[in-house]
């Protein structure tokens, strides 16, 4: 199922399929298309998330998230 | 073959880029089975709110309460008060010639003082100052600072408070500099280069010079003024969010949002924690006490030479009236263009009541940065900090009367 | 082809952030950079001496920086030293446990035509994640050196110091030459031939 990055659940994995804009920072952080990744926590009252790649941990705002399309399952 | 230099530059696509890095890594590295760790579980749960928010309270309050009790309680309450008042000031005021002469009154103060406070001599009040009280403070927080620091700690602590931060345009990242501040400005002015855009580094660094006091002014703060930290603390916050948020809607500029690598836990190495906390120290000595000597000098000078009591005079109604302050509070403002900690152990020898004690250390802290912090933002750009003074002094004008209208309002006033 | 750099060469330290650039540095020079635990630790770059058999060369410890294209103040200190230093030996760090954005910022810096040799450090953290990285392919298939360091206890410093004089210049295309298999492998000749074979490097 596909999914924006930023409705994954707690724990809840996936593998990217697209980034919309503000490609280029995550990119170079180390989160691009075909990488698996797992979502760590999400803050309340649209607070950052964090997810997990590979060894990487990133913490990015919400409207970044709502960037990256994710496929589930 | 291959020579030194002269390979000629060439310049990929970022997708042929990581098709490269993939292909590399596919041939260099193995990734095994990987087990989690302790440092792992801590590391969800004090980044999950449910469990992290609590637990960064407290941290915060075991920072405080350990600063509190080993700076002022153990070592300066303890030790140096004894040392200094009861054997050093004597000695200083029977051993040294000539309680009349300006030597006297420069180097030892009062003759009659009974406390190394009230003397206001260089080697009085400026060594106790600095040796007695500053020094614990600045050593207990720096060493739990750089513990913080080497743990991994403050990035997790910065998700939590980007909720909060991102409302007054910037965001959780900015804890950096906040926290460093809270040591000493001037490293802080700096790091607010881990900001992203112009405007989040103004912002950060006006509203850094103006509400986050350093650790010696707390560890002053804590000594003489024990029971009036919390009110001028929260004053200081409150006036953080409030003018975080004027000013955000005032600059214009991007406000991006929260970027950031999330490091694993680690323990941090003895050896790397004693080489930065000796280096900080190093630097609050070098640097730091001979500023506290010199503010001492220079105040006793601008009274002698009637400076200080013309200007009180001329800045009564702005003190009096507008602030609500006494205004022989003008001494002490001077004296914290060198030095914050300074301006407030001498402001501690002043009479007056509590509302106006803590309006007059906020007034302390607000008012202008010292002088190594301003030196410090010129060099991150005149322009910048032309403008920040200027927001300053509007804050000050601005916030110094608020808090004159709400003592009012409560009637301490 | 491969003459040793001269005296007075400048070394920049560039790297992600976070990955162990300031604890190499102090390492390296015996200077006091601040080293902590969190990203963007170093915002401003300091200068150091590293006197390595009877040469002495500058080291400059550089902001960490994700890639070459800066998102904040800190990383245009990174960039703008690169490009004021044009002719100085890159001193790629990289974290063994993060090695694919390591491997990209690297080969950004790379395509610049400069020389290069690659520290591969937090080698211990790596370990008790089991994670293995093979530095003598690495440094096969890039042509450039790559030593295996810890920062934290100085494990690999010492070799990592006597093989700065050996960075070299990478051609991307023989690069992607090599990871295609088509045998290139003749241009490794001499990589290490200012090694004094003391042998402690094991190669
Ligand atoms: N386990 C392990 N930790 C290391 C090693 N090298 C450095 N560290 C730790 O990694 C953290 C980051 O080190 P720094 O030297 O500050 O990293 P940096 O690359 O200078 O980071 P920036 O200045 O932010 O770019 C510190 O907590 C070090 O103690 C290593 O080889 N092994
Ligand atoms: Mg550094």
């Known amino acids: 199922m596909r999914k924006k990055l930023s409705e994954l659940a707690f724990g809840e994995t996936g593998v990217v399929t697209e980034i919309l804009a503000s490609g280029r920072e995550l990119n170079c952080m180390g989160l691009r298309k075909g990488k698996g990744l797992k979502m760590v926590t999400k803050q309340p009252i649209k607070g950052p998330v964090v997810v997990l790649i590979g060894e990487v941990e990133i913490a990015m705002g919400i409207r970044m998230a709502e960037q990256v399309t994710v496929e589930t399952g | 073959m291959q020579r030194l230099r002269g390979v000629r530059p060439v310049k990929l696509t970022t997708n042929e880029r990581w098709d490269l890095v993939d292909a590399i890594a596919e041939r260099t590295v193995t990734v095994g089975t990987y087990r989690q760790t302790i440092g792992d579980i801590l590391g969800e749960l004090t980044v999950k709110p449910a469990t992290g928010i609590p637990v960064a309270v407290a941290v915060l309050y075991a920072f405080w309460s350990i600063f509190g009790s080993f700076a002022g309680t153990l070592v300066t309450d303890g030790f140096m008060v004894r040392l200094f008042d009861d054997h050093w000031l004597p000695w200083l005021q029977a051993a040294w010639p000539g309680p009349d002469s300006l030597l006297y009154y420069l180097a030892v103060g009062d003759p009659l003082a009974e406390t190394c406070f009230e003397a206001f001599g260089m080697l009085t009040s400026g060594l106790f100052v600095a040796i007695g009280v500053v020094l614990p403070a600045v050593l207990i927080f720096y060493l739990m600072m750089t513990l913080l620091e080497d743990s991994g700690y403050l990035p997790r602590l910065a998700v939590l408070m980007d909720t909060v931060l991102h409302r007054i345009g910037l965001h959780g990242y900015a804890i950096i500099p906040a926290i460093l501040g809270l040591g000493c400005n001037v490293p802080a002015v700096t790091a607010t280069r881990i900001l992203e855009t112009r405007k989040q580094r103004f912002m950060m660094m006006t509203l850094l010079a103006i509400f986050i006091p350093c650790g010696a002014q707390l560890g002053v703060m804590r000594d003489v003024i024990p029971d009036l930290v919390g009110p001028v603390m929260l004053y200081l916050i409150c006036g953080f969010g409030i003018f975080g948020f004027v000013l955000d809607r005032i600059i214009p500029g991007e406000n991006p949002e929260i970027l950031i690598d999330v490091p694993p836990y680690h323990w941090p190495a003895w050896e790397n924690v004693a080489r930065k906390l000796w280096t900080r120290t190093k630097g609050f000595l070098k640097e730091a006490v001979p500023f506290v000597l010199f503010g001492v000098l220079l105040v006793n000078l601008l009274y002698l030479a009637g400076v200080i009591g013309a200007l009180a005079d001329l800045f009564e109604p702005l003190f009096v009236t507008w602030f609500g302050v006494p205004k022989e509070t003008v001494g002490p403002l001077i004296a914290a263009f060198l030095r914050k900690d300074l301006a407030v152990a001498q402001l501690s020898t002043i009479a007056m009541t509590p509302y106006q004690m803590i309006t007059s250390v906020v007034l302390i802290s607000i008012y202008f940065p010292c002088v190594a912090t301003f030196v410090m933002m010129l060099r991150e750009g005149w322009k910048q900090m032309l403008a920040a003074v200027g927001v300053l002094f509007a804050v000050v004008f601005v916030y110094g009367g608020l808090i004159h209208a709400a003592g009012i309002l409560m009637g301490v006033a | ?203």
């Open chain 3, 1 to 203: 082809m491969n003459e040793p750099i001269d005296t007075g060469t400048t070394v920049l330290m560039v790297g992600n952030p976070n990955v162990g650039k300031s604890a190499l540095f102090n390492r390296l020079t015996g200077a006091n950079a601040v080293v902590s635990n969190y990203p963007g630790t170093t915002v401003d770059y300091t200068e150091g001496t590293l006197i390595e058999a009877h040469r002495t060369c500058t080291i400059i410890d550089v902001p960490g920086t994700y890639s070459l294209t800066p998102r904040d103040a800190a990383e245009e200190v990174a960039v703008r030293l690169l490009g004021e230093y044009p002719g100085a030996v890159v001193l790629l760090v990289l974290d063994a446990t993060r090695i694919e954005r390591g491997l990209y910022l690297a080969l950004e810096v790379i395509e610049r035509g400069v020389p290069c040799i690659i520290a591969l450090n937090m080698t211990d953290a790596a370990h008790d994640k089991h994670i293995s990285v093979d530095a003598a392919e690495m440094e096969r298939v890039l042509g450039i050196p790559v030593i295996e360091t810890t920062a934290i206890s100085g494990e690999g410093v010492k070799q990592l110091a006597g093989m700065i004089r050996n960075a070299k210049a990478a051609d991307i295309s023989a690069i992607s030459g090599r990871l295609n298999g088509d045998g290139a492998a003749e241009e490794m000749v001499a990589l290490r031939s200012g090694c004094s074979g003391c042998g402690v490097c094991g190669r």
